[in-house]
């Protein structure tokens, strides 16, 4: 049969789709979710009990965030994002901790894998009846193959790349094509800025970070740039100004990537794996006129990230360059990506994955960068401390620590003794708190 006419038989509306999900299911859904399916499904509150609702990242207010739901969609939360982080604020929701290459499929509580349906967004099929993830990969490809019910929303406006990054209409098992539209840039498909929030004009502090990174990347290096409030801000603040003969290996392109790899900056040249290749799981950040330079644009090879986040095929690469995003590290040079406390504000994602590989690559690199100082209702507090709060989720321990930036500097961690750390530290953290950390750090560990 033709493929035309298997994927004719195989479109239904998406009420008719949500219909095929009963109480007491387990539903996965790709990120960001499809809007059209998500918002019929939702309309299914008085009808379900028990449905679980496992997400990437939260990107659209569909009232299952809010309190009352749980009894018919219990939520389970990969990214805690602005849209749902009162609900995991009041511990309205589960968190998953899996170790994201490592995510596929997802796990019950009893460590048998569990049976779910699959939502995920897809593009219009092409001429030999394949379909693209559209710019945002991740674990799709996988998700989708290992789920009982497959159920796919078609955005026309998706686009293509190279890579991983296809299925054909014969491994989906049905096809909802009433689109919505969301609000973020064609062809994106979610995971660029998380939850979608509009960015604000840069604090000067970032671009003094962009400056100090700056000075940690030598021409020809591969570089993984993680997502995160400072580090997504970093290449359009002159990180990598004057730079030549970068590659490029990482979760995402960050805004400003793509405009260096137009122009030749990232070109792979020297890179020892994908030679000549922008290698990423989702291509985001970019203007729409950015994303249709990417669409079929062979120079992006678009991978699931369990190839991307491979700490074996990252040490393969030379002189790579890891830069990420943390809330807070304690003068050891222990830090955290995921919460303060108790209170989980984001997720480890990759990142303990990235620092290992860069510790084996030749020449490699590992810079985590953060503000130094938060601002809360009582004023501005260090993220620079003495020891992390209590019940603070550990992202990547001190033995794996190399290079933590900040406006005022650089402490280079990597080779150096506790107490050399320890001053390294307070020396980047904010001059306001600096005598208070060498009085917390004289009875700790000095």
């Not at 504000?345 to 490699?364: D, E, I, L, P």
Request: one cysteine or more; aromatic letters at 8%.
């Amino acid at each position: 049969m033709d493929w035309k006419d298997v994927y004719k038989g195989k479109v239904v509306s998406a009420e008719t789709a949500a219909k095929m999900v009963n109480s007491n299911d387990y539903v996965v859904m790709a990120s960001l979710e499809p809007l059209s399916l998500s918002l019929a499904l939702a309309a299914r509150k008085e009808e379900l009990r028990n449905v679980k609702v496992y997400l990437i990242a939260a990107g659209f207010d569909l009232g299952w965030y809010d309190e009352g739901w749980d009894d018919s969609f219990p939520i389970i939360l990969q990214v805690p994002t602005d849209v749902s982080q009162e609900m995991v604020n009041r511990r309205g929701c589960d968190i998953s901790l899996d170790f994201l290459p490592l995510r596929v499929p997802p796990q019950s509580t009893s460590e048998t894998l569990e049976d779910y349906i699959y939502f995920v967004t897809v593009s219009a099929p092409d001429e030999h009846g394949f379909c693209s993830f559209g710019a945002s990969l991740w674990d799709k490809k996988s998700r989708l193959k290992n789920a009982r019910l497959k159920i796919a929303e078609v955005n026309p406006k998706f686009i293509r790349t190279y890579g991983d990054n296809f299925v054909h209409v014969s491994e989906i098992d049905y096809f909802v094509e009433e689109h919505v539209s969301r609000g973020v840039t064609p062809g994106t498909g979610g995971m660029g800025t998380l939850g979608g929030k509009q960015q604000k004009e840069p604090e000067p502090y970032l671009k003094t970070i962009a400056q100090y990174v700056s000075e940690l990347i030598p021409d020809g290096s591969t570089l993984q740039i993680g997502l995160g409030r400072t580090t997504e801000r970093l290449v359009r603040l002159g990180m990598l100004d004057n730079k030549h003969d970068l590659g490029f290996h990482s979760e995402i392109t960050v805004p400003g990537i793509i405009p260096k790899v137009r122009d030749g900056i990232v070109n792979g040249k020297y890179k020892t794996v994908d030679n000549g290749k922008v290698v990423a799981t989702g291509v985001g950040g970019g203007t729409i006129e950015e994303m249709q330079w990417v669409d079929r644009n062979p120079l992006f090879q678009v991978m699931e990230i369990s190839y991307v986040g491979d700490a074996r095929v990252l040490g393969q690469l030379d002189n790579f360059v890891a830069i990420n995003n943390v809330l807070a590290v304690d003068l050891t040079g222990q830090t955290s990506a995921e919460s303060l406390g108790t209170r989980t504000m984001s997720t480890a994602g990759g990142q303990c994955a990235f620092a290992v590989g860069a510790w084996f690559s030749k020449n490699g690199r590992f810079v985590q960068v953060l503000p130094s100082t938060a601002p809360t209702p009582n004023g501005p507090v260090s993220r620079v401390m003495p020891v992390l709060p209590t019940g603070t989720a550990v992202t990547v321990p001190r033995t794996l620590a190399d290079c933590v930036v900040t406006e005022y500097g650089v402490a280079r961690l990597k080779g150096r003794t506790l107490k050399q750390r320890v001053n390294a530290l307070i020396d980047i953290a904010h001059p306001d708190f600096r005598a208070e950390l060498r009085k917390e750090a004289a009875k700790l560990y000095l």
